[in-house]
C-alpha cells in the first residue's frame, strides 16, 4: 500500500544484477532499520531480519526532484493510462469495522511494459532487453545513473521505468509481482509526498512459516 499527500510518485527503477566482479549492496543500516516497522506491534526491523530493503533519505535534492516532477507529469499526460486494479476506498472506525466504501480510482501509470493494448501508449524508452536509456527524458537518464554510480548498490543494465501517478491523499497500488526476468532489484522514488509501503510473504512463505496470513481489516490497513 502507497499512502501520502498529494503529489508524483515518480519513476520506479528495475535492474538485473550483473557481474559477480561487482561489489554487493551496500549493508544494512541503522537509517534502514529506524524506517522499517512490523505491522503486527510497530517494533522496529533489524538488520538480522531485513528481507532486503535498502532506504535512502533525501537522494535527490529539490531541484533535481523539481525536474524529475516536470518530466513525469509530461510523460503522464502524453503515455498515461488509468490504474483499473481494486476501486473500493474504505474509511475505517478506531474498532477496525468499516464505516464506508466508495468507488476511488487515484492512478495515472506511464510504463514501457505493454500491460493494457487497448488504453495504453507505449513511451519512447521501451522496456526490458530493448530497453532505450537515451530515449528517458534528461532528468530520468541522470537519476538512473545515479542509482547505478552513487556506490550503494549492485546493478546491472536498466529493465524498466515506471510512473505512477497520483493527485491527491488517497492512493494504494495492489500487491503484486513484477517479471522475474525483470532482476531482484527495484528502485522506487517518491515525490512530493512520503509514502508508506507494506511488504508482504507469498503464501507458501506463510505456510512454511506455519504463519495464517492476516485478512482482517485493522491488521493490514485495509482501504
Not at 524508452?125 to 550503494?152: K, V
Not at 510512473?163 to 525483470?182: C, G, T, V, Y
Amino acid at each position: 500500500n502507497l499512502l501520502g499527500k498529494p503529489g508524483v510518485d515518480a519513476p520506479s527503477r528495475q535492474f538485473s544484477a550483473s557481474g559477480s566482479m561487482q561489489l554487493p549492496h551496500r549493508p544494512f543500516l541503522r537509517k534502514d532499520a529506524e524506517r522499517l516497522r512490523r505491522v503486527k506491534d510497530g517494533s522496529f526491523v533489524l538488520s538480522k531480519d531485513n528481507p532486503g530493503v535498502r532506504i535512502e533519505p533525501a537522494f535527490v535534492d529539490e531541484a533535481f526532484a523539481a525536474a524529475l516532477v516536470a518530466e513525469a507529469r509530461d510523460a503522464c499526460k502524453q503515455y498515461g493510462y488509468p490504474y483499473d486494479g481494486d476501486k473500493r476506498a474504505h474509511a475505517m472506525a478506531p474498532d477496525g469495522t468499516i464505516e464506508s466504501t466508495a468507488p476511488l480510482v487515484n492512478n495515472i501509470r506511464v510504463t514501457g511494459r505493454l500491460e493494457k493494448p487497448s488504453v495504453q501508449q507505449l513511451p519512447p524508452w521501451g522496456y526490458g532487453d530493448q530497453l532505450a536509456e537515451e530515449s528517458l527524458p534528461p532528468a530520468m537518464h541522470r537519476l538512473a545513473t545515479r542509482i547505478r554510480t552513487c556506490g550503494a548498490f549492485r546493478v546491472g543494465r536498466l529493465r524498466d521505468v515506471t510512473i505512477n501517478h497520483r493527485e491527491h491523499s488517497f492512493f494504494q497500488l495492489d500487491p503484486h509481482l513484477d517479471p522475474a526476468d525483470d532482476g531482484p532489484d527495484v528502485f522506487i522514488l517518491g515525490l512530493l509526498s512520503s509514502v508508506v509501503t507494506t511488504f508482504t510473504p507469498v503464501e507458501s512463505v506463510c505456510t512454511a512459516l506455519g504463519l495464517s496470513r492476516r485478512r482482517a481489516p485493522v491488521e493490514v490497513g485495509m482501504r
